[in-house]
Structures are given as structure tokens and as C-alpha cells.
T-cell receptor, first 112, second 112 residues
Framework: GENVEQHPSTLSVQEGDSAVIKCTYSDSASNYFPWYKQELGKGPQLIIDIRSNVGEKKDQRIAVTLNKTAKHFSLHITETQPEDSAVYFC???????????FGTGTSLTVIP | DGGITQSPKYLFRKEGQNVTLSCEQNLNHDAMYWYRQDPGQGLRLIYYSQIVNDFQKGDIAEGYSVSREKKESFPLTVTSAQKNPTAFYLCASWVPDRNTIYFGEGSWLTVV
């Protein structure tokens, strides 16, 4: 089955700096890679996703890049703000079986 | 207002008791999922259901049971056989046109 690894587990940045979270996956059949943001005591919220037919996708201050050859994808947050502080999860999925495999999460702290 | 509704938000269980967590969605989604999240940990799949009257075990199904009698409902029962049930439980449903999943707000279960 698929194995998704996520690094780092914790990340602290100064407000205004950039933050990068990286994930790797093992199953070459995976073709969909969503990122979720989870605030304390709440359910994860989808913030951006990318499919295997593109290499990069951007939405305002967040972007995701995908390297299919190396089987890794990354979340980039620019101009970080205190409200970006949360736990971020990456995931991988394929078209078969609607199965989603999650990374172990990154706790991001943005220091004002 | 559409979405995934989990209830109760907080639940306390005495040892030896069974408890049931509710998950309802009015989004007409076929697939639904239950995940367990321990503090500071990632998401682990308990059970999932692709269609009504069908469900599959996930990675940590022991001590849990589910039913899927209606498309919009996927309740999770935490049985007395689950030795360490204190956790945050998340229900999710699959969005076919985006091939992604959305989460409810979660339920906290504490054994007292």
C-alpha cells in the first residue's frame, strides 16, 4: 500500500518569512495530492491540492509543487501570518478505491 | 446549509460502555470515512464505506463497529473491546467531482 512521509514534524518561522513542508510517497499510482490545515480542536480543512498532470499550483500565498519522478510534493506558504499557525497534513490518493493516505502532520508556529 | 455534521462534540464514556458517534452528511456523497486522531499524531483510518450497506475495515478497526443503512449516515460505535478509546474522531465524505474528501468538525471521546 501507499506510504506517505512528512517533514518536518514541527516548524517555527518568523512572521513574514516563508514556510516549506515536504512529503514523499511510495506508490507511483497515486495521482492526487491534497493539503489540509487543522486548527486546534477542529476538523482538517482542504487548503490546496494538485493532480499529477501538473507540476505546480498556486493560490495567493500558498503553493504546492509536485515532482512525480522523485515522488515528492511540497507546500509553500509565503509571507506567513500568525493565523497560519496550525497543523498541516499532506495526503496521497489514486483513482482506485477512493483511498487517502495521510502524512503524520507538521505543526507550524508563526512567531509575531 | 450543507456539510458533514458530527455529534456529540464531546463525549465521556465509562470503562466497559459502548458509545456511538454520529456522522451525517447532506451532500449526497457515496463514500464516507472514520478516522482516529491521537494528540500530536496523524490520522488513522478506522472504517470506510463506499456505498450503502457496505463497509470495509481500515488500519485500526479492532474495537470499533459501523453501519451504513442510509447514504447520509455513517455512525461509529466504540465498543468496550477498544482498550484505549480516548481520542479525537473525525468523519469524512468523498467528493466525486474533485476526488477529494472533506472532514466534519470532529468528536472528542474521553474515557473516565
Amino acid at each position: 500500500g501507499e506510504n506517505v512521509e512528512q517533514h518536518p514534524s514541527t516548524l517555527s518561522v518568523q512572521e513574514g518569512d516563508s514556510a516549506v513542508i515536504k512529503c514523499t510517497y511510495s506508490d507511483s499510482a497515486s495521482n492526487y495530492f491534497p493539503w489540509y490545515k487543522q486548527e486546534l480542536g477542529k476538523g482538517p480543512q482542504l487548503i490546496i491540492d494538485i493532480r499529477s498532470n501538473v507540476g505546480e499550483k498556486k493560490d495567493q500565498r500558498i503553493a504546492v509543487t509536485l515532482n512525480k519522478t522523485a515522488k515528492h510534493f511540497s507546500l509553500h506558504i509565503t509571507e506567513t501570518q500568525p493565523e497560519d499557525s496550525a497543523v498541516y497534513f499532506c495526503a496521497a490518493s489514486s483513482n482506485t478505491g477512493n483511498q487517502f493516505y495521510f502524512g503524520t502532520g507538521t505543526s507550524l508556529t508563526v512567531i509575531p | 446549509d450543507g456539510g458533514i455534521t458530527q455529534s456529540p462534540k464531546y463525549l465521556f464514556r465509562k470503562e466497559g460502555q459502548n458509545v456511538t458517534l454520529s456522522c451525517e452528511q447532506n451532500l449526497n456523497h457515496d463514500a464516507m470515512y472514520w478516522y482516529r486522531q491521537d494528540p500530536g499524531q496523524g490520522l488513522r483510518l478506522i472504517y470506510y464505506s463506499q456505498i450503502v450497506n457496505d463497509f470495509q475495515k481500515g488500519d485500526i478497526a479492532e474495537g470499533y463497529s459501523v453501519s451504513r443503512e442510509k447514504k447520509e449516515s455513517f455512525p461509529l460505535t466504540v465498543t468496550s473491546a477498544q482498550k484505549n478509546p480516548t481520542a479525537f474522531y473525525l468523519c469524512a465524505s468523498w467528493v466525486p467531482d474533485r476526488n477529494t474528501i472533506y472532514f466534519g468538525e470532529g468528536s472528542w471521546l474521553t474515557v473516565v
